[in-house]
């Protein structure tokens, strides 16, 4: 299940950052209060900021109990909490873009920043909502941008329903926002077939986990 990391052929520039959103945003309506948007390829350069950040981030193995087990998480994590250097420039840019663009809408900036290492196709996150903190009784957002092999995000609706997928990598970017974390849930399932490493950075409010 495991195959090294290539890169996309489309990501050749030499500007590497954070595009425009504006108009380039799709926005998808759920339901409940909840909608999507989505900004195919916003970061150029993404494949050489996969590359950055998998030998400069001081990945992080945890373990959690879970039905009176510890069990290992299935992926690396590092939090970078407020007021934290991130850990590349291009990453502080793409936060000042999104605090601009959603600035209005969502009242607040980003505030802190949590990344992922998906090493391999063993590697997810099971059906969740962000709901630690604000995220369980007030609408918010979560901005995540995906680096590397695109794999699979799901969303469906809290309780069961159709699921929704979107395949994520290179540099592309969703924001889930409304009740998003309160009504529906969202998962990176296991993969099965040979699948590179993916980094996630997720974006969220202060208060919100």
Do not use: N
């Amino acid at each position: 299940m495991t195959a090294a990391f290539q890169a996309s052929l489309l990501d050749l520039c030499e500007e590497a950052g954070p595009g425009p959103l504006g108009s380039t945003v799709r926005r998808t309506t759920l339901g409940h209060g909840a909608w999507i948007d989505l900004r195919p390829g916003w970061i150029a350069g993404a494949d050489a900021l996969f590359e950055r950040l998998a030998r400069s981030v001081p990945w992080q193995a945890e373990r959690r109990h879970m039905y009176d087990h510890m069990v290992d998480v299935p992926r690396l994590l590092k939090f970078y909490d407020e007021g934290e250097p991130l850990p590349d420039p291009v990453l502080e840019q793409a936060k000042e873009a999104l605090d601009a663009h959603y600035a209005e809408e969502l009242g607040e900036p980003f505030r802190t920043a949590g990344l992922c290492l998906y090493r391999d196709g063993r590697d997810s996150v099971a059906w969740h909502g962000d709901r630690i903190g604000r995220g369980s009784a007030e609408d918010t957002m979560v901005a995540i941008i995906s680096v590397g092999t695109p794999r699979g995000l799901l969303l469906r609706p809290r309780g069961g329903g159709p699921a929704l997928r979107h395949d994520l990598g290179h540099g592309d970017l969703i924001v889930m926002g409304g009740s998003c974390q309160r009504t529906w849930e969202h998962a990176i399932p296991k993969s099965t077939r040979v699948t590179g490493p993916r980094i996630s950075i997720q974006f969220r409010p202060r208060g919100v986990r």
